[in-house]
């Protein structure tokens, strides 16, 4: 199936179209990174994992952020993935996010990988 892109933008004069894998990881990015009461109708949606990574860097830090992701992974995407493996560690000042999850839609494994700086 074919989803519009996001974040929204014109290609060849057209909106651009995403895959399910694609539309999935976007919407993945979309609940890691909206902050709980961002948005107006839906203010609990989201993980917030932006303002977590002004808490200094370290394992504990590491283990909320775990905690937080897989929470917001299981409530928001559900129904269209499934959460096969995340890994969360802290190097110096980066935050490094694994996560492996199956599409339900089609049974496809998929890997994303996220690097975030920490104050």
């Not at 808490?55 to 995407?77: C, I």
């Not at 802290?90 to 690097?115: C, F, H, M």
Request: proline share 4%; charged share 20%; with cysteine.
């Amino acid at each position: 199936m074919n989803w519009m892109a996001h974040p929204y933008r014109a290609a060849l004069g057209r909106t651009a179209r995403s895959d399910d894998a694609a539309h999935v990881r976007d919407m993945l990015e979309q609940v890691l990174f909206t902050a709980p009461g961002e948005r107006i109708n839906r203010p609990d949606f989201g993980c917030g994992l932006n303002q977590l990574l002004f808490l200094g860097n370290s394992p504990d830090l590491a283990l909320s952020v775990d905690m937080t992701v897989r929470g917001a992974v299981q409530r928001w995407l559900s129904e269209v993935m499934t959460l096969e493996g995340l890994t969360v560690r802290s190097e110096d000042a980066t935050l490094i996010i694994d996560l492996v999850y199956r599409l339900k839609a089609t049974g496809e494994s998929q890997q994303i990988s996220l690097t975030r700086p920490v104050s």
